[in-house]
T-cell receptor
Framework: SQQGEEDPQALSIQEGENATMNCSYKTSINNLQWYRQNSGRGLVHLILIRSNEREKHSGRLRVTLDTSKKSSSLLITASRAADTASYFCATGIQGAQKLVFGQGTRLTINP | GAVVSQHPSWVICKSGTSVKIECRSLDFQATTMFWYRQFPKQSLMLMATSNEGSKATYEQGVEKDKFLINHASLTLSTLTVTSAHPEDSSFYIC??????????????FGQGTRLTVV
């Protein structure tokens, strides 16, 4: 079963604007990861945040994690047309290596 | 960087036939791999955990006799969809965690296989 939900399901913004996506989950986790998927392709790992971390940066990406609220957010700053893709959060469940994915956010960056 | 290769990228088969999908780790050994299924515009649903040298672990609701998994070597896992039917048409993706045996590790994904059963 799906671990969590993502919000919004779809997001359309202008190039240069910031995009924020949220993810909620249900069970205890080792880590939370964000992945990107271009249409009909495999997934590309973006960033991993451990359960004892609260914020992490990677280039134009900023991820936060609030374990008390069981939620995470992904911020993409200064968006580009090439950022158009689906973004998924995935939780690493305690005691296991497997990942459970959220519903995903379809992000469209308009030039 | 670590690469996971999945083959074929797409396949069309007749109803009742079986289809084999391969997932290879190209520059690292993977004792554990995962198989996911994705319907259009939906998320990835974990089907099973493939374990090298032992039986796969299937998620609840996944028919193990329908989706046969073999992980005979440290770099290859295969998923065979047996007696395929149109409802099996989907996008199948494999993944392997780069840090085998550790919990906080990213996963590398294959390119996916688009299966269409006619």
């Amino acid at each position: 079963s799906q671990q969590g939900e993502e919000d919004p399901q779809a997001l359309s913004i202008q190039e240069g604007e910031n995009a924020t996506m949220n993810c909620s989950y249900k069970t205890s986790i080792n880590n939370l990861q964000w992945y990107r998927q271009n249409s009909g392709r495999g997934l590309v790992h973006l960033i991993l945040i451990r359960s004892n971390e609260r914020e992490k940066h990677s280039g134009r990406l900023r991820v936060t994690l609030d374990t008390s609220k069981k939620s995470s957010s992904l911020l993409i700053t200064a968006s580009r047309a090439a950022d158009t893709a689906s973004y998924f959060c995935a939780t690493g469940i305690q005691g296991a290596q497997k990942l459970v994915f959220g519903q995903g956010t379809r992000l469209t960056i308009n030039p | 960087g670590a690469v996971v290769s999945q083959h074929p990228s797409w396949v069309i088969c007749k109803s009742g036939t079986s289809v084999k999908i391969e997932c290879r780790s190209l520059d690292f050994q993977a004792t554990t791999m995962f198989w996911y299924r994705q319907f259009p515009k939906q998320s990835l649903m974990l089907m099973a955990t493939s374990n090298e040298g032992s039986k796969a672990t299937y998620e609840q609701g996944v028919e193990k006799d329908k989706f046969l998994i073999n992980h005979a070597s440290l770099t290859l896992s295969t998923l065979t969809v047996t007696s395929a039917h149109p409802e099996d048409s989907s996008f199948y993706i494999c993944s392997a965690p780069i840090g085998q045996g550790t919990r906080n590790t990213e996963a590398f994904f294959g390119q996916g296989t688009r299966l269409t059963v006619v």
